[in-house]
């Protein structure tokens, strides 16, 4: 058996205040503060979730839903792009209207109780045209993203007209913003200016004038009324990062599609490389001042570890089709957190798509589809909600329900990282955050670009003054490929010590004089508990198997079921441990649901707001909802649906419920092996939330067009292309849609042989071909009081 050993001496985090000069009080009394470590909220640990949602890029009519899904997925902060190009596309003529009404989108987010950090550019990219910046700009007699007064002049009237539009939804005045990110990438990314595009390729400057013009650009916005707790700026890649004045946030992408336009970047190379995001490291130690995509101009103790930009999913670029594994999103997470952050921001959580132009009617940057930016985010373009937002959302309830101990927790290596190779992956990657002695062990088996496999056969030994922790004390640990796991060790349940668990910890819930735990077997893992047996006077388990080994009490779990074990400590507190399959743990929620935090086992989307339940379920007409602690009034009125049976699941009582079936009526005609017609009947969309179109067809990009106008657009990877219809009700039944295949073309030769003014393209080979169409309702139950 491999053992695995990794020395934990000194678990005494330096944490001080200062010396960022950030913060900032409401109205209420509520302050927001900063350590050099972590955030901080009422002077206590606040572990940020944030989630990038671009409004502009949505239809407003659905804002409220997809903000009630980004809170139940466990984010606590919207971050969101201002496009200086769709809010000023004609110069002087602003418009903040519809999709583009910020005010009406951050009322929402305060709603629903989460803070909101708005990214004012200037310049912002988001693989949108000219990086936000309006066509107007170009050839003026001065430089972008300078000092120079002629471009800040237009600036301060753009920063102006925002602060116009978020008067009274401050922090300060009571509202949800705490945060402005300055300018984006400045002094490290550019974006081309889309009037040249195809043609001499010209390029915006990338960032002149460093800290000084950050920070007058901060000023200026301070100075029309955007005056917020926290500034921040992005850091990677050599980016202007003006602290303590402002915080740099970090990021990692380990799909890089740009690299495919870069010359000679990948001369010899045929496929993508192996990136090194999945390597732990730690980036809050100022004894390794450097790593890999961590290169701060400052001792990285000095400030917190936070990060604006982790890759929820990656957009399609037209060089670069691959299938994004929704498996990357939480490993980024485990990765990230080990690595001493504090603050994980996801870039994108949901996706989008990129709203038409009055003068450009297409807003997209130069080498990503005209419309679709769905990002294969963890909720998509139309509301899909994918497994990376399930497996996520564990790790969030975690991350903010244990805050004030996490957050003190101080990473440590096994040794030196630099040096490994993301190519092997026959070794288990691990890492651990401890303080005093407990902890938390993080475990990794993703690597991006390269066949994982299960790992197994081994054990892991935490070497802490005084003891050693072994995980498992007996027998293997395995960990599944593609997984990863972070276990606790010497961690407190409520006055028993949990020595050690090969199950991850989701949540707690108290329940009258009952202490819950909430655990998930990650794949490939075989599930146990070792408990000090001093701390225990009873222990019973409906499940698995218990025995002694030296002063632990060793409880192991059924495989492949749910387990419930109750314990007794010798103080007389009563503490149940509730463990759950890993495919189990997908359809856990936790929400406060009528006045009560509750768990809920669904394998709907599940939205709560107030005292109202709405359950979104992808074809499916049978639906369960699980709940403990149960409603003491019954589970209330059902529309949408009806309820058809209840029974008792061990600590749930769960309820069946049935929606009426709808088949969306529709009729496609393949015109051509590349052309298709589709003719939707009169009321084909009522009684659904919304209607998948999903496509399943061969060639380089899928068109979609109502009346000639582009809707919707795929660059080919051999996975289903889906397009939501219900935005397009009323014009789906006045005109038909059809769908155009563009050919992928082989052997294409451009013929100009002619004296006149005319050329033409022939290709050996043409492939298109429409397989199949099929629409899928998209079903909404409301439960109320």
Not at 72 to 87: A, D
Not at 220 to 243: K, L, N, R, S
Not at 749 to 754: A, C, F, K, P
Not at 760 to 766: C, I, Q
Request: hydrophobic share 35%; glycine share 10%.
């Amino acid at each position: 058996m491999k053992n695995y050993r990794i020395a934990v001496s000194d678990d005494k985090k330096n944490i001080f205040a200062g010396p960022i000069k950030l913060g900032g009080v409401n109205p209420s009394g509520e302050r927001i503060s900063f350590t050099n470590y972590y955030m901080e909220k009422n002077g206590e640990p606040f572990f940020g979730v944030c989630g990038e949602f671009h409004f502009s890029r949505y239809d407003e009519r659905y804002w409220e839903d997809e903000i009630i899904k980004m809170k139940m997925g466990g984010v606590n902060i919207v971050t969101t792009y201002i496009f200086w190009n769709l809010h000023e596309e004609a110069e002087g003529v602003f418009e903040w209207e519809g999709h583009k009404d910020l005010r009406r989108f951050i009322q929402l987010c305060s709603q629903h109780d989460l803070y909101v950090m708005v990214r004012i550019g200037p310049f912002c990219h988001g693989e949108m045209r000219n990086g936000g910046m309006p066509d107007w700009l170009f050839g003026r007699p001065f430089e972008v993203r300078s000092n120079d007064e002629g471009y800040m002049m237009y600036v301060r009237r753009l920063y102006a007209e925002i602060s116009l539009q978020v008067k009274g939804l401050l922090y300060k005045d009571g509202g949800p913003i705490i945060g402005t990110q300055i300018e984006n990438e400045h002094n490290h990314s550019s974006a081309q200016w889309g009037l040249t595009t195809g043609i001499n390729n010209m390029w915006l400057n990338g960032g002149s004038g460093g800290n000084e013009h950050m920070l007058r650009l901060r000023d200026i916005a301070i100075e029309t009324g955007i005056d917020t707790p926290i500034y921040t700026c992005t850091g990677w890649g050599g980016a202007t990062t003006p602290v303590p004045d402002m915080l740099p946030l970090w990021g990692g992408y380990a799909y890089w599609p740009w690299i495919y336009y870069e010359n000679d970047r990948l001369e010899g190379i045929k496929e993508h490389p192996a990136t090194p995001e999945y390597i732990f490291r730690d980036k809050h130690n100022n004894a390794i001042p450097k790593s890999y995509n961590f290169e701060p101009f400052y001792n990285p103790e000095d400030y917190p570890y936070a990060c604006c930009e982790m890759g929820g999913g990656m957009v399609q670029f037209y060089k670069y089709r691959f299938e994004f594994p929704y498996h990357s999103v939480p490993a980024m997470s485990i990765m990230k957190t080990a690595e001493g952050c504090n603050m994980l921001g996801y870039y994108m959580y949901h996706g989008g798509s990129n709203p038409k132009g009055k003068i450009n009617p297409f807003t997209n940057d130069l080498a990503t589809p005209k419309i679709s930016y769905d990002f294969n985010a963890m909720i998509g373009e139309y509301g899909q909600v994918r497994e990376s937002y399930r497996r996520t959302k564990l790790q969030h309830y975690f991350f903010t329900e244990f805050q004030n101990q996490f957050a003190l927790t101080k990473t440590v290596l096994p040794g030196d990282t630099s040096g490994q190779d993301p190519y092997d992956v026959s070794e288990l990657r691990y890492a651990v955050r401890s303080h005093e002695g407990s902890g938390f062990l993080f475990l990794n088996n993703f690597q991006d670009h390269v066949d994982n496999h299960d790992l197994q056969d081994m054990n892991v030994s935490i070497e802490l003054p005084g003891e050693t922790v072994t995980i498992p004390a007996q027998g293997e640990l395995r960990l599944g490929s593609e997984s990863f796991a972070i276990l606790p060790y010497n961690f407190d349940l409520a006055g028993i010590t949990l020595k050690y668990a090969t199950a991850q910890l989701i949540t707690k819930l108290e329940v009258g004089d009952e202490v819950y735990y909430f655990f998930f077997v990650p794949e490939g893992m075989k599930g146990s508990y070792a408990l000090a047996s001093d701390d225990v006077t009873s222990a019973e388990t409906d499940g698995g198997s218990a025995f002694q080994l030296g002063d632990m009490t060793i409880i192991e779990v059924e495989e492949q079921a749910s387990t419930i074990v109750r314990l007794v400590s010798v103080a007389g507190k009563k503490i149940v441990i509730y463990t759950m399959t890993d495919e189990q743990s997908l359809g856990f929620w936790k929400a406060n649901v009528r006045g009560k935090q509750r768990i809920i086992f669904t394998d709907a989307n599940l939205l709560v707001s107030g005292d109202e339940i709405k359950l979104e379920s992808t074809g499916q007409e049978k639906v369960t909802l699980s709940i403990f602690p149960d409603f003491d009034e019954g589970i209330g009125s059902v529309s949408g649906g009806k309820l058809a049976s209840t029974r008792i699941d061990g600590l749930f009582k769960t309820y069946n419920l049935l929606i009426p079936r709808k088949e969306i009526a529709f009729t496609w005609t393949k015109v051509k092996n590349e052309r298709a017609v589709l003719e939707f009947a009169a009321g084909a969309l009522d009684g659904v939330k919304e209607a998948l179109l999903q496509i399943d067809y061969s060639g380089d990009i899928g068109y979609a067009f109502i009346d000639g106008d582009l809707i919707n657009d795929n660059f080919c990877n051999n996975t289903t292309w889906e397009i939501g219809l219900k935005r397009f009700e009323e014009r789906l039944l006045e005109k038909e849609m059809y769908l155009y295949i563009s050919p992928i073309r082989k052997g294409t030769v451009v013929n100009s042989n002619t004296t006149m003014a005319g050329w033409n393209e022939t290709a050996a080979e043409l492939i298109a071909d429409i397989a199949s169409v099929r629409a899928v309702p998209v079903y909404e139950l409301a439960i109320t009081k």
